[in-house]
């Protein structure tokens, strides 16, 4: 059983930036297919950014060029840099692995069994 804790989750303005963290325990992040994932009120959760066991990354088109996924082996932790945020970046993120994904389906829920709690980015002026 693999369990998953967000932090770094806060208020912001527009053009800022954040780094999300996400801890694991139960397995290494190393040798898990991880995400982060965000979701607002009434929408359904959209992938962000993915990361493979291997190091490869994908991103959402939303955010390519301003997130960058990354990990620490050593601490066991998930990263999102986020940077130049706008107010649609607003969202709880929740950090999701799998101990296997596909990478056509790598932004996508349903390949992930282990979720995080979430935590709240704000992005406002």
């Known amino acids: 059983q693999v369990q998953l804790v967000e932090s770094g989750g806060g208020s912001v303005q527009p053009g800022g930036s954040l780094r999300l963290s996400c801890t694991a325990s139960g397995d290494t992040v190393g040798t898990l297919y991880m995400a982060w994932f965000r979701q607002t009120p009434g929408k359904e959760r959209e992938g962000v950014a993915t990361?493979?066991?291997?190091?490869?990354?994908s991103y959402a088109t939303s955010v390519t060029g301003r997130f960058t996924i990354s990990r620490d082996n050593a601490e066991n932790t998930l990263y999102l840099q986020m940077s130049n945020l706008k107010p649609e970046d607003a969202a709880m993120y929740y950090c999701a692995a799998d101990r296997w994904v596909s990478f056509s389906r790598a932004l996508f829920e349903s390949p992930y069994a282990y979720w995080g709690q979430g935590t709240q980015v704000t992005v406002s002026s």
């Open positions: 990361i493979s066991s291997g190091g490869t990354t």
